[in-house]
């Protein structure tokens, strides 16, 4: 019997395990080993022991059991019974499969086929999971010149067990002389991890990312890996530690990280109970609460540990990129040989690429660590640093310290590269990944990594932070234009940039620390200000940028801007036209690079509203605020002159307007009131319901407009609500009036599909969508309406109480409420039932949707359209919105269950 090629770990006891199999049924021998193996393994694991000891003793342990249950079966000399891929490598964690080669000395396997089917069934049958192939040597020769994947398999190859002449003959077979010679493996493993890279984003900073194939995981480790056991015909990486290749340093920073990501896809593998690479916001919570991660004042235990992850996978792509490049210049390519061209007496450009001239630059001249990235971002032309350069750059980073920042030569090297024309978001993130940005900006260092866990915020906060000095550069440039007509042009006439590029690198530097991240980001602006020379008053803006950087995007979805009341307060806090434009920019730079499927058309002529009302504000003087009065009269005179231009009498418009806020007159255009108002004159004459959808905008088509017009029928909103959201349209402005005399419904619903965008001008959407609100308005005690759509797996995984607050400081015409709550289908036709309950008055809703959070306003009155002023009603109100919607299951109550609508036709 061959006894195979490993050694058994200590916690194995396979004597007695040898003993039981010959006077005991084999399968439930074998069963009840692996089991006790995993228990005791994982029981280890818990109690944090060493994970390289754990993944590579529970490979020796599925050695000997392969070993033994390939005993079971009678086989000769000419078959062997091989390890291959990371089983190869002697790694194995919980779930992952168990790789095999079966080995033969000629390509007739017909001999052994009824044995090796009958030998993998008994693995699958002592739930092993098992990937295997049976090949010849010859063929495993064939298949490995056409396939770089079989190559590398074969690379990191060993036997288990059988003849130890075959498995020479296939290495020797396999040989890089024979196949896949260093330049072409290089060039196949490079092309296949780009091929990886882009698949997953070409980002270490997924939400929700893949530990194994993901920049920076662990397939990039094992990339380097391969490439060098390659070309040099080693067996382990470490073999090369303290060479040209690889310095000691560098060997173990890449197994540190290493360890880490083991022992965080060990977890993942036991939480799951299945080969999950993907951590899920589910597995996330669940593995930093087992690796001890605890909430505190500043931030969630799951954030704490998934910064320590993004930093251990930024580092590993670092140590990737640079081995890559330095095996592609040195290795495959011409380095030495390469022409170079000197751009000062510091650097030169080699093979395009910037080198240091002297290998002591650095410690010689520490400033040299900044000019580096600034020569980068002023010679866009240069395509990034040499492998040699990028090494003495990380070795000497540590020279960054207070006098290196106190130094005035330094600070200005920095300022330099801020106002640099190349690609500056480009050098910061270079900056950021060597270590540098950090430690010149100590504040920052704190950020890298730092997660928000939530769907909204999908970058961390540097990756995010520097994705907004990129939009500020871009709004500038003719490309976007057409995509940001206004802002662009704005951005590019302000006066002094650079400022603006500050801003934007301090306006969130200061989240994680506890408090308001706006007014410490502002401290933090005003102490890099003052170092780096700005003015006074330059420092008083960038103080008030940073402080203020959420304000107008905040009032843009939440308040009513079409209230002259509202923008004449707004103006106020803005003060001239110069902070606000720059805070207009600011705004969407820092918008579009938060999330890209956070802005639409819908946001943008919100935003370009905003800022021209204040432009105009500020035009006319903060002390001639516009009287609200005198625009409604105006707005209404406009709409009698056009609706009796179409036949229609004054007084026909006013009896059908009778009773309807004068809002109306505040919010929609003259033309848009009288052609609604028109269609609803029809309307009452004959069916008395209208249902008219077409696309609207301020100045381009951002949304569609829904308008509903009915006789009789009050508290349309959860009927439209419940339809819509069937019909995957999401609401994001509702405008509500309710005649007094004819208790007849105006409402004007501005909607986007779940792609952000108006469906107005598509047929067979438009026809759907409007069937549905038909055939919903004109039954609504018998038409049973239901939310059948079910909540995402991410948002379930979101968990936030909701928070309900009325304030009557806003406006002295209703009640101003908030609610803060997790998105679900059917959220707002559950909120139109509890105003329904308390039988309060809807008048208008501002609806944003944050990710998995929703922050929507709704501007209430009591029957009487009067405030809700009773502060026990308000609490009482408060209170039922958030145990209705917190206490609710969802899944089980919304999910095809009616909702019932207390509306009738007299």
Known sequence: MDTGHSTAPLFFRERRFSADLKNGEPMAIFCDAIFGANQHLNRRFIDGEDIRSLVTERAAFIDRILVHAWNQFSWDDNIALVAVGGFGRRELHPCSDVDLLILTKRDNHQKYQQDISAFLTFLWDIHLKIGHSVRSIKQCAVEAKADITVATNLLESRLLVGNENLMASMRKRTDTNKIWPSKSFFAAKRTEQDDRHEKHGNTEYSLEPNIKEAPGGLRDIQSISWIAKRHYQIDTLGELSDSDFLSEEEYQLIRQGEEFLWRVRYGLHMIADRPEERLSFEHQRKLADMFGYKDNDRRMAVEQFMQRYYRVVLAMHEQNDVLMQYFDEVIIGNYESASTRPINERFQIRDGRIEAISDTLFLESPSALLEVFVLLGENPEIDGACSKTIRQIRQSRYLIDESFRQDDHNRALFMRLLRCKGKLSTQLQRMTRYGILGNYLPEFDVIIGQMQHDLFHIYPVDAHTIQVVRNIRRLGKPELMQTFPVVSHVSKNLPKPELLLVAGLYHDIAKGRGGDHSKLGSADVEQFATRHGFTDQEIRLLKWLVEHHLLMSSISQREDIADPDIIHKFAQLVGNQLHLDYLFTLTVADITATNPTLWNGWKG???????????????????????RQEWINNTCQQALALLAERGISEAASRNLWDGLDDELFLRESASVIARLSEKAHTASSQSGTLVSIEDAGVEDTSATRVFIYTKGLSNVFPIIATVLDAQRINIVDAQLYTGSRHRHTFDIFYVLDENGEPFGSNPDRHAKVYAALDKALQAPATELLSVTRRTSRQ????????????????????????????????????????????????????????????????????????????????????????????????????????????????
């Open 605 to 627: 002529s919100l935003m370009r509203q905003l800022y021209f009302s204040t432009r105009d504000a500020l035009k006319r003087g903060l002390e001639n605020p516009v009287d």
């Open 795 to 906: 948002l379930k995984q979101m968990t936030i109480s909701t928070s309900a607050h009325i304030d009557n400081t806003i406006t002295d015409k209703s009640s101003y409420l908030e609610v803060i709550t997790p998105d679900r289908p059917g959220l707002l036709a559950q909120l139109g039932q509890i105003f329904m309950q308390f039988n309060f008055h809807l008048h208008s809703a501002k609806i944003a949707t944050l990710g998995e959070r929703v922050e929507d306003v709704f501007y209430i009155t009591d029957a009487n359209d009067k405030p809700i002023t009773d502060q026990s009603l308000c609490r009482e109100i408060e209170t039922a919105i958030c145990l209705e919607l917190d206490n609710r299951n969802l899944d089980e109550t919304l999910s095809g269950a009616p909702l019932e609508l207390i509306n009738s036709r007299p």
